[in-house]
């Protein structure tokens, strides 16, 4: 029913046959505010009705040709008003007609006054019953109201009590969850929903009682095939009941599901990226600090993938990492050495591994060495067979480390020193590769002033002829008086030197301080000395080499057939037409070449002939067991026999006992330096032991 606000309290149609009554009542109606228009019969009360609907009809039960009961009747079948089914309608009925009180609400009445009249409080009783007809109107809009919003949402909507029972439930329009209402109104909610959630609503319920404040919580329904995310809010309805909104969140969840995955997945290989492996490890720190465990970051990097993209595409450099991690993801399954282990790319063609629960070390090296067998299995990709190796290294939690950015650092860096071991290698990082790191670092920068602090020194070694005794060569070997270490050997920082191109400075320091000796040499002792000066590969493949050697014979005047320049089997391997073509210039400048360390490399005898270099120089590892070594002394025997054969002399190094130098006079052996002939001495010593041999016959050495 509308309600009308009216500066009056309201109209009030009166129908009664009496006049008298009828002024009565609109006397007692006027008392209390209220407007009346009458009616003397049923038909003009209808017609009164539906000319203007009343706010309330007073009807008399007792009216000729149509009685209050039709009359009633026939206001509530009103259909052209709306008013007609909800406007109050009190029946005046007669003393004790308790036949007629019933019939007057069949015919739809809302109340009844029986005579005789009580008019003063007539008017009390028609406001009261406008106003509960009032409150009811307005019960209806806020009814209306309440299911036009319900209807609205796509949210199923329940009723429960403190008890768990559903009072209501209305399937929302887009719920797939939800159950048939006959399904759940009356029923205790663990008929309804799986245990666990039942129990987990009973719970939120009691809660919400008690706080009166509204909680919301998520569940899973397996529906089918397909498993639905749902979120339930619960509000206390203030009558000791609770009333719940459940909307299914499964498409939410899904996006919610992909955005993860595309923050968390490396797209080229689908295996978990950066930010995950960063996630995970701090959950497996966290983890492992609680529960006392162990566990292992490996970190892996492909030694040639650079050199495979840059040759045969960027198309083929992602096949690559595709298979890699395939064959990782392959690798580190669960077996005997380890349980569980996850695996991440970080980017580029580096890897990463975490092994939770470590219970030995030597498991991770395990784990390694079949990442490293898994990748050493040729690739076949879009055509192309390609070879790659691994260099892995490897960080203990809580050995290396007690924390992520720590634990990933010295794997990275262990899997450095890997490479730089030779690469297809796996290195544990160890508090000492730090100190050795360090003071790797701490060396280069002393080897950087070495050379203008004047610390490098020369010592050299005498050569003797075998078969006359003589000296006739020396050979420079260098040494580093360092500031705070005292004396450093060649093998210590040579390799640094090499690295960090050190190496070309300090050899043409060597070069030259080795060609002025030789010149004071044959000066002052009258003596043509040889002097044999070890080349570094890093040298050797300088191009500024020749015009360095030619500067420092030129400088000193030293004649190039006394300057012989020394060589391993290795410098000559590597890159065989640069190497003809360096060799070719040396030559050239009239200067010797000689093979040093021979039989440590894997050069063949005929190999070497194309080199035509003049000797041989078998290496010390030799010559150590001689003579009780009889597999030794076959191999000096050979080299000695072919070199012969190509016309190359022989030196034998590391000669420490007369013993030695006996059989290798024995097997033809042109020379020989070792320390049963003299140690690496100063010039000085040279020169004292040149002096106290008597001069050769000949100026020229062999
Ligand atoms: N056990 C034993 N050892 C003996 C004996 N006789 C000589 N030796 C040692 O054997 C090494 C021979 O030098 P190398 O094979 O050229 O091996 C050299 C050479 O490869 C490199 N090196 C030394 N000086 C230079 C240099 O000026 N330039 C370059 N590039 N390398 C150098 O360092 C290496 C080591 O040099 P050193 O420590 O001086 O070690 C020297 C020498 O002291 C012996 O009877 N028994």
Known sequence: MAVHPSPKRGTVLVADDDPVMRLLMLEMLAQVGLDAVEAEDGPAAIASFQRQPPDLVLLDVDMPNMDGFEVCSAIRALETHAAAAT????????GDDLEAVTHAYEAGATDFVSKPINWPILGHRVLYVLRASDAIARLRVADAHNRAVLAAIPDTFFRLNRDGVYLDYEQGHEANSAFPQEHCVGRHVSEVLPEHIAGQLLEQT??????????????????????????????????????????????????????????YCDSLTGIPNRQAFLELLERELAHSRQAGKKFAVLFMDLDAFKRINDTLGHNVGDLLLQTVSERLRETIRPSDVVSHSHLARLGGDEFTILIPDLERVENALAVAQRVKDAMRRPFQLDGNEIFVTASIGISLYPADGEDSESLLKYADTAMYHAKNCGKNNAKLYSSSLTMQIMSHVKL?????????????????????????????????????????????????????????GLIVPIGEWVLRTACTQAKAWQQTCRRAIRMAVNLSARQFKDENLTQIVLSALGDTGLEPRLLELELTEGTLMDDARATMIMLEQLRG???????????????????????????????????????????????????????????????????????????????????AQGYFLGRPAPQDAITRMLAAQRAPASPAPP
């Open 87 to 94: 406007v109050p309608i009190i029946m005046v009925t007669g």
């Open 206 to 263: 009691q809660a919400v009682l008690a706080t009166q404040h509204i909680r919301s919580f998520d569940y899973e329904l397996q529906q089918g095939q397909q498993q639905r995310h749902f979120e339930a809010r619960l509000v206390s309805t203030g009558a000791g009941d609770v009333l719940g909104l459940v909307r299914d969140i499964s498409e939410r969840k899904r996006a919610e599901e992909q955005i993860r995955r595309l923050a």
């Open 444 to 500: 280069e920068v002393g080897l950087r002033k070495a050379l203008q602090n004047n610390e490098l020194y020369l010592l050299y070694q005498p050569q003797i002829d075998v078969s006359s005794a003589q000296i006739v060569g020396v050979e420079a070997l260098v040494r580093w008086r360092h500031p705070e270490h005292g004396i450093i050997p060649p093998n210590d920082f040579i390799p640094l030197a090499e690295e960090t």
């Open 589 to 671: 400048i009239g200067v010797l070449l000689s093979i040093d360390d021979f039989g440590t490399g894997y050069s063949s005898m005929s190999y070497l002939k194309r080199f035509d270099v003049r000797a041989l120089k078998i290496d010390k590892s030799f010559i150590v067991g001689l003579p009780q070594d009889s597999e030794n002394a076959a191999i000096t025997r050979a080299i000695i026999a072919m070199a012969h054969g190509l016309k190359m002399i022989v030196v034998a190094e590391g000669v420490e006992t007369g013993e030695q130098l006996l059989l290798l006079e024995q097997y033809g052996c042109d020379m």
